[in-house]
T-cell receptor, first 113, second 114 residues
Framework: GDSVTQMEGPVTLSEEAFLTINCTYTATGYPSLFWYVQYPGEGLQLLLKATKADDKGSNKGFEATYRKETTSFHLEKGSVQVSDSAVYFCALSDRTSYDKVIFGPGTSLSVIP | EPEVTQTPSHQVTQMGQEVILRCVPISNHLYFYWYRQILGQKVEFLVSFYNNEISEKSEIFDDQFSVERPDGSNFTLKIRSTKLEDSAMYFC????????????FGPGTRLTVL
C-alpha cells in the first residue's frame, strides 16, 4: 500500500540555520503531497501542499517541491526561528474521492537561540 | 476562517466504559474522517464517512468503534468498551470536495483510559 518515509529526528538547529527534512513516498497513483506541522500541545495544521509533479508548495518561508522522478517531497526553510520548533509530518492522499491521508512518522525539530 | 472543532479536549475514562468523541466539521464539507495518534507515534487513519455511511475503514476500526452523523452539524466517534491501548489523541477532519481536496483537521481530543 501507499506509504511515506521521512528522516527520523529529533533535529536540533541553531536559529537562522538552514533546514531540510527529507521525505519520500510510495504510491500506486498520483498522490497529493502535504506537510503538516504540530506545535507542542496542539493539533495538526496544514503547512503546505502540492498536487502534481514539479509543483512547489510554500508557506511561512517553508518550501517543498513535488519530485515524481525521485518520489520525494523534501521540506526546506532558509532560516529557521525558535518558533518553528514543532513536529513536522510528511503525508500523502491518493486523490480518490475519499482519499484518506497517510502520514509519515514525523520529525521533531528543536530550534535553539 | 472556518475550522473543525472537537469536544472535549481531554477525556479520562475507566477501562470498559463507553466514550463518545464529538466533532463539528466545517459547515459545507461533505467528507469526514477520524484519525488517531498514540503518544509519540504517527497519525493513523481510522475511518472515512460520506453520504451518511462509512466509505473506508482501517484494521484498527473494529467492532468496538462506530461513527455517526446524528444531525447536520455533528460527527461522532464512539468507542463501546475502551481498552488501555485506546489511549491516544483522536483527530477529526473534514473536506469539501472530492479527490485531491484538502482535509482540515481539528485540534484533537486526548483520550486517557485508566
Amino acid at each position: 500500500g501507499d506509504s511515506v518515509t521521512q528522516m527520523e529526528g529529533p533535529v536540533t538547529l541553531s536559529e537562522e540555520a538552514f533546514l531540510t527534512i527529507n521525505c519520500t513516498y510510495t504510491a500506486t497513483g498520483y498522490p497529493s503531497l502535504f506537510w503538516y506541522v504540530q506545535y507542542p500541545g496542539e493539533g495538526l495544521q496544514l503547512l503546505l501542499k502540492a498536487t502534481k509533479a514539479d509543483d512547489k508548495g510554500s508557506n511561512k518561508g517553508f518550501e517543498a517541491t513535488y519530485r515524481k522522478e525521485t518520489t520525494s517531497f523534501h521540506l526546506e526553510k532558509g532560516s529557521v526561528q525558535v518558533s518553528d520548533s514543532a513536529v513536522y509530518f510528511c503525508a500523502l492522499s491518493d486523490r480518490t474521492s475519499y482519499d484518506k491521508v497517510i502520514f509519515g512518522p514525523g520529525t521533531s525539530l528543536s530550534v535553539i537561540p | 476562517e472556518p475550522e473543525v472543532t472537537q469536544t472535549p479536549s481531554h477525556q479520562v475514562t475507566q477501562m470498559g466504559q463507553e466514550v463518545i468523541l464529538r466533532c463539528v466539521p466545517i459547515s459545507n464539507h461533505l467528507y469526514f474522517y477520524w484519525y488517531r495518534q498514540i503518544l509519540g507515534q504517527k497519525v493513523e487513519f481510522l475511518v472515512s464517512f460520506y453520504n451518511n455511511e462509512i466509505s473506508e475503514k482501517s484494521e484498527i476500526f473494529d467492532d468496538q468503534f462506530s461513527v455517526e452523523r446524528p444531525d447536520g452539524s455533528n460527527f461522532t466517534l464512539k468507542i463501546r468498551s475502551t481498552k488501555l491501548e485506546d489511549s491516544a489523541m483522536y483527530f477529526c477532519a473534514s473536506k469539501g470536495g472530492g479527490g485531491g481536496a484538502t482535509q482540515y483537521f481539528g485540534p484533537g481530543t486526548r483520550l486517557t483510559v485508566l
